[in-house]
């Protein structure tokens, strides 16, 4: 039995589509100098494009291949056209109209696939069937034989053919909508191609950089000389490094700057000197108009003649303790991009005053494990906030880690794997290349010459057994854990439990998803049971007790996190030390409340989930409440998984200061959470109440300070030294978001972060789980 590749299809239309498509330009025979993707709406009124991508895939598409992006703003209006200027070749004589959007894509002339898409995120099919199913593309177009395409493939296009919509409709079938032909570039203003391409204005490199974060010549074509310093050779941002060896006297203006040659593998090399002719852009890593972060200034549809090769390179700047600020950033209350740099003042200046140019650190000590994305985080400044195991502790809004520098490789992973650290290990010999800003971490020193990783040796932390008398509860974010995982992980999570947790009798659990996982979205499969019941399998094989569990199923898709995971809160206990008080009526929507009898609290349900219709927990995970009774006292845990920061501002952002608008759900979070425990302390003020979980939010937060306010709750991690309040580490800050809080009513409380995960290359989890022992009243 055969059957068919399934082709991309959805609806037809009704707003913007895809209008022309090419991809010979600068090619041999060409008359265009650029490729281009032209845009077109078919709907009666404006089509805004602000948000939207697009987006490109090789014709035949393999496993490593990616789809690049090019962002958009402003609009398309009907009748009218909107011009996305894509990489310019060697070849033709004759420039586009000025572009709407320019990206630098090189686009292959006789197949491939364009994709206009919903957000600037890179789409992940790779088949015609996946791309059917994605959700965020508006319209997409495979020419010639390309695997991705809707129903069927336009024709091939060449060096001197495009293919365009003959009438501004859509079928959902390339093969009827598009013809090949002339290419006919326009723009939104109505404007054609208009002759030879406009003379470069010859400038440097600290002319092109200028004494802002945006550059004075952007969108004008320089032709620039300099050294080559550095190359990408692989990705999907491809290019060089060019270096200016006769510096300015500002100290603002960078003197290096990377020439983008997209997927395109530059043919130069370091000591190589050039001249570059290109356009100046100013590249965000999302889409321009509403970005959070900062830019990158480069040059794009670049040519460039090698003067001579082997001469010296640029000598890299040597940063230590004291190069770098201390102060972060000006706090103009918005955009920094239009003020003056004072690289002397602020730290996210003195590195765009940099940018491009060669830097150097020597025996740096890492801050965070090297991560799944192989990046390496150390500190430039060793004595700014040191964490007790290494690390460095993020410890207020107004006390930025401004030493921390990350570092990735640009040697290929073929030559040189990417090296495994833990946090504390120390990078040693000199690391150098040029800073260029990322998304994910600011700014980023991509070493050409990497420094070998020393183990200092770091272990996993053990935390004592409980004492007959005492109750321990730990609370432990397990990460996406369903039954869909494997073993490995676990019986890994299982021996945190039992040996470096010393087998709590209660833990709170967070991100315990349903039993097959994100794969089964949409599914109606919301259960936990056969992931909890693996877990608690994995506890006793580890040697632990035999845990029960309790938890509430949450409304499928109601509760965010990883779409189809279904994530919830729930509890495990151990029935030979704590014995849990089941009241039924506890499901997904049934409030849980406070019900007082002879003067002592209980729950109305047991499980029961704290006001889970309160728009508090939209798409955000409930509360769940139990009541316990250790030794004849009744104890009242509640674990908890508050919002995520997803959509906040970053620390290196070019608005300062950044805004957290997520911390809005949360404090409200906190305000129906903390009138819940108010509830159950009016009724017994010396009740033994523990709130755990994964708060997302620091102790210094509005969040937590709602919690704690008035004493009625403590924050545990208060107890703790400065350098030891942390249990998870991003972008090298070791920081809080998972809390223990107890009320005032038990004795002798004991509380201990135990550092088994976060720092370490290889975990179980992103997240250290904690532990409070404690005398019940």
Request: aromatic share 6%; glycine share 12%.
């Amino acid at each position: 039995m055969s059957f068919a590749a399934v082709p991309a299809a959805a609806a037809p239309s009704t707003g913007p589509v895809i209008a022309e498509v090419y991809g010979g330009g600068g090619n041999s025979g060409a008359t265009l100098t650029q490729d281009f993707v032209e845009l077109a709406t078919v709907g009666t009124g404006r089509a805004e494009l602000a948000g939207l991508s697009v987006q490109y895939l090789p014709g035949s598409p393999s496993a490593a291949s990616r789809w690049q992006v090019t962002p958009l703003a402003g609009g398309v209006e009907p009748g009218g056209r909107y011009l996305v200027a894509q990489s310019r070749g060697a070849g033709g004589t004759v420039a586009l109209p000025a572009p709407d959007a320019t990206g630098g894509i090189a686009m292959a002339a006789g197949s491939g696939t364009v994709a206009l898409v919903t957000g600037t995120e890179p789409l992940t099919c790779l088949t015609a069937a996946a791309c059917a199913a994605e959700p965020r593309v508006v319209d997409l177009v495979g020419y010639g034989s390309a695997v991705v395409r809707e129903t069927s493939p336009a024709p091939a296009a060449s060096n001197t053919t495009s293919v365009a919509r003959a009438e501004l409709t859509d079928t959902d079938d390339n093969a009827a909508d598009f013809a090949a032909g002339a290419p006919t570039p326009v723009n939104a203003a109505g404007e054609t191609p208009g002759g030879e391409a406009p003379e470069p204005v010859d400038a440097r490199v600290h002319d092109v950089q200028g004494v802002t974060r945006l550059s004075p010549l952007a969108g004008e074509t320089v032709r620039v000389p300099g050294v080559v310093t550095a190359t990408r050779t692989f990705g999907s941002s491809r290019g060089f490094w060019l270096q200016e060896p006769e510096p300015d006297a500002d100290p603002r203006t960078s003197e290096g700057i990377f020439v983008f040659t997209g997927s395109a593998t530059p043919s130069v090399a370091p000591g190589d000197a050039v001249t570059v002719t290109g356009e100046v852009a100013e590249f965000y890593p999302d889409n321009p108009a509403g970005s959070p972060f900062q830019s990158t200034t480069e040059l794009i549809s670049a040519q460039w003649t090698v003067r001579s090769a082997g001469n010296p390179v640029p000598g890299a700047l040597a940063v230590g303790e004291d190069t770098v600020p201390d102060e972060l950033a000006p706090l103009p209350g918005g955009n920094i991009e239009p003020l003056a740099l004072e690289p002397g003042r602020y730290a996210l200046d003195f590195w765009e005053a940099h940018e491009g140019e060669l830097v150097s650190v020597s025996d740096a000590r890492l801050v965070s494990r090297s991560t799944d994305f192989n990046e390496l985080y150390v500190t430039t400044k060793p004595q700014q906030n040191p964490s007790a195991r290494g690390g460095t502790v993020y410890l207020g809004y107004g006390r930025p880690n401004t030493g921390i520098l990350k570092i990735e490789s640009l040697i290929p992973f073929s030559q040189r794997p990417f090296p495994a650290a833990n946090t504390g290990d120390v990078l040693t010999g000199v690391t150098s290349g040029p800073v260029e800003y990322d998304r994910f971490g600011g700014y980023t020193l991509l070493a050409n010459v990497l420094g070998e990783v020393k183990d200092n040796g770091l272990e996993r932390e053990v935390t004592r057994p409980q004492r007959p008398g005492e109750l321990a509860v730990a609370t432990y974010n397990v990460e996406n854990l369903s039954a869909a995982d494997e073993q490995e992980k676990f019986d890994t999570l299982a021996e945190g439990v039992v040996r470096h947790l010393a087998s709590p009798d209660i833990v709170t659990l967070e991100e315990i998803q349903d039993n097959n996982g994100p794969a089964g979205t949409g599914d109606g499969v919301v259960a936990a049971d056969a992931t909890l019941r693996r877990f608690t399998d994995a506890i006793v094989a580890a040697g632990g007790p035999r845990y029960a569990w309790r938890q509430i199923d949450p409304q499928e898709g109601a509760d965010g996190g990883q779409p189809g995971g279904n994530i919830r809160v729930g509890f495990l206990f151990n029935p030979h030390r704590v014995s849990f008080v089941d009241r039924p009526g506890g499901d997904a929507t049934t409030p849980v409340s406070v019900v007082t009898a002879r003067h002592t609290p209980h729950l109305s349900i047991s499980p029961g989930r704290v006001a889970p219709g309160d728009a508090a927990w939209e798409d955000s995970r409930k509360p769940l409440a139990g009541e316990f009774v250790f030794r004849g006292r009744t104890v009242f845990v509640i674990a908890n998984h508050f919002a995520s920061k997803g959509g906040d501002q970053p620390l290196h952002g070019r608005y300062q200061p950044p805004t957290r608008g997520s911390e809005v759900q949360r404090v409200r979070q906190a305000e129906v959470l903390r009138a819940f425990v108010d509830d159950l302390l009016a009724a017994d003020r010396k009740a033994t109440v523990v709130v755990a979980g994964d708060l997302n939010d620091y102790p210094f937060s509005p969040a937590v300070r709602t919690l704690t306010e008035g004493g009625a709750l403590r924050a545990l991690v208060d107890t703790l030294p400065a350098n030891e309040r942390y249990s998870y580490v991003f972008e090298g800050n070791s920081q809080v978001l998972d809390h223990m809080l107890v009320s005032r009513g038990p004795r002798r409380v004991d509380y201990d972060i135990v550092h088994i995960n976060a720092e370490f290359a290889e975990q179980a989890s992103d997240h250290d789980p904690q532990v409070v022992r404690l005398y019940p009243r």
